[in-house]
């Protein structure tokens, strides 16, 4: 490799072929990192790439992070350095100009290449190429949200000449390579991990490469426009929870990009404006394409304290990103709805209205983006939690569900996404189900901690907490994430219900189980509205309840606990329930 210092336009155009890699496909972090770290360094702004810095301009933290405790540049920075030894190695070997992060700090280096070419094309005068330099490799987590693709710039013509010799070169090895990716997974390659060998009985395919625009999430910005220290600060808490969440890309950075139709159709904006009175802050999120506000929040003086901002911007973004929330619901009567947000929107309709049609659309339409290669942890995330519904709700679909499959599909989510929430979640879920209930409590702590602001990571950590016999931790959880949330999945209703009922607020848990209304295809949610009327002396409905029960479900009325032993309720929850069931009248209730 020559040690001549790149021109700045080779750099650029390294970068962004570099962008548009598959290698860099796959992390979407990991391209806003490299972005900001050779941009700064090409603007002559080296010194200000410390961590500090790197932590507040592309990961939307604050003035009190902590290095010390907060490893996320650390980390990611470790990911980028794995990422570009693989393409340098792979797509990028014959690039004019290679990028390295070289340990101990976050300044880019540079290097020519010199493109070693076939024998029998090789120009006379070419010199042997060096050895490509090391680059360590370590194995670190990726982050989900994510940063705008710039174009891939052509190659100069003299690569492209050269290039055209080099692929006739290696043709061989690129197509054993696909093989291999093929029949063990992309991911796994990529990622350095080894996929179950369960993974093809799960229905995954990578035989078709998969397109970036079907994947593609909703670009989301922050303008501010207000001054002082409350709006500085509810701009921050903003960043910090906007950069948190797996259903949208988050651009830290004003500057919106409206050369591409299709990204600015699909682009948001949240205003940070002074409020209508004094010390007041208004909220609002609006389409970048049309100017719509979608919606609008004001902060209060004490609502932008350092004490409750979390609180209420977790309120507005949990009303606004999750597939049930603003910009979904937007992007669905727009009509610019793409594969992976269509599919999110009918799994959002499911856990609103669970029952196996809605199941069964949810899941074609994500199991059709992982037969086509998907690259996004969200993908298989859900998968495999709709895959244990179908276990666990006898579904006719997916034929033969097992929860070893539900396990590979989330699996290969945290494969993809180790630090998703989504991926931890459904990782959880599984081992609730599996009776692992430690297990399951640190996954869906895990996923809690990778997004606070994130109500949904909340409920399932609560209901964990509440199904792991925790009642007293787990039902405030729930209660709020209820409260914060109008629109939310009927299980958190459930799991309220539960937590009330075991901790002896009768009137609470007869509301939370009104709740359950919506979905009388699962029996132990009707056996819950049986015991919410019959607490709340509601003995007609109670006895409708009771019929339909019986009728619907002979199974579950004949033997409850059968039910509720195979879901591995607690132990006291157990009982108490089948002690409510017989009070409501299910005679058989043993």
């Not at 599984?430 to 409920?459: F, H």
Request: aromatic letters at 8%; hydrophobic letters at 45%.
């Amino acid at each position: 490799m020559q040690h001549a210092t790149p021109a700045a336009p080779a750099v650029r155009e390294t970068l962004e072929r570099l962008l548009a890699s598959e290698t860099f496909g796959r992390s979407e972090r990991a391209r806003k990192l490299i972005r900001y770290l050779v941009e700064r360094e090409q603007a002559g702004e080296a010194d200000r790439l410390k961590g500090f810095s790197i932590a507040m301009d592309v990961f939307g933290k604050d003035g009190d992070f902590d290095p010390s405790t907060d490893a996320v540049v650390r980390v990611q920075a470790g990911r980028l350095r794995e990422l570009l030894q693989q393409y340098f190695a792979n797509e990028g070997i014959a690039d004019p100009v290679r990028i390295a992060i070289p340990r101990g700090g976050y300044v880019p280096a540079y290097e020519l290449n010199a493109i070693r070419l076939p024998e029998a094309a090789k120009p006379a005068e070419q010199t042997p190429a060096a050895a490509p330099a090391e680059h360590p490799s370590a194995a670190e987590e990726a982050v989900a949200p994510a940063a705008l693709l710039a174009p891939a710039a052509a190659p100069a013509p003299s690569v492209a000449r050269h290039l055209r010799f080099f692929w006739m070169a290696i043709a061989v090895v690129i197509a054993m390579l696909g093989v291999l990716i093929l029949r063990q997974g992309g991911g796994a390659l990529l990622a350095g991990g080894d996929l179950p060998a369960t993974f093809e009985s799960a229905g995954l395919t990578s035989s078709i490469g998969p397109s970036p625009v079907s994947e593609a999430l909703p670009l989301v910005y922050i303008a501010v426009k207000a001054s002082g220290a409350d709006a500085t600060r509810v701009a921050a808490s903003l960043r910090a929870g906007l950069s948190g969440f797996d259903t949208i890309d988050f651009i830290g950075r004003d500057t919106v990009d409206k050369t591409d139709p299709a990204a600015g159709a699909t682009s948001f904006m949240f205003d940070v404006l002074p409020g209508p009175g004094a010390g007041e802050i208004t909220i609002e999120l609006q389409s970048v394409a049309t100017g719509r506000v979608l919606l609008s929040r004001k902060l209060t003086v004490a609502d932008s304290a350092p004490s409750t901002v979390e609180d209420r911007i977790a309120g507005i973004l949990s009303s606004a990103l999750p597939a049930s929330g603003t910009i979904y619901n937007y992007i669905e009567q727009s009509g610019i709805q793409n594969g992976l947000t269509q599919c999110l929107l009918l799994n959002g309709k499911y856990y609103l209205d669970q029952n196996a049609r809605t199941h069964e659309a949810a899941y074609r339409c994500l199991e059709t983006l992982a037969e086509n290669g998907a690259r996004s942890s969200l993908v298989y995330s859900e998968l495999a939690s709709l895959h244990l519904e179908a276990v666990n709700d006898h579904y006719a679909y997916p034929p033969d569900a097992t929860i070893e499959k539900a396990m590979t599909f989330a699996h290969r989510a945290v494969q993809i996404g180790p630090t998703s929430p989504y991926a931890h979640r459904s990782y959880g879920y599984i081992n609730s189900r599996l009776g692992n209930a430690d297990e399951a409590l640190r996954w869906m702590r895990k996923a809690y901690d990778l997004n606070p602001y994130d109500v949904a990571m909340a409920a399932a950590y609560g209901y964990g907490l509440v199904f792991a016999g925790r009642y007293a931790e787990g039902t405030p959880l729930l209660a709020h994430a209820v409260d914060a949330s109008s629109g939310h999945p009927t299980w958190w209703d459930y799991g309220l219900f539960a937590g009330e009922f075991m901790l002896g607020d009768t009137n609470k848990a007869a509301i939370a189980s009104s709740a359950l209304r919506t979905t009388a295809t699962k029996s132990h949610y009707l056996a819950a509205r049986l015991i919410g009327a019959r607490i709340s002396g509601q003995d007609s409905l109670a006895r409708k309840l009771l019929d339909e029960l019986t009728t619907k479900f002979p199974k579950f009325a004949a033997n409850p606990r059968a039910t509720f032993i195979d879901r591995k309720y607690p132990a006291d929850l157990t009982e108490r329930l089948i002690g409510a069931l017989r009070a409501a009248g299910l005679g058989n209730a043993s």
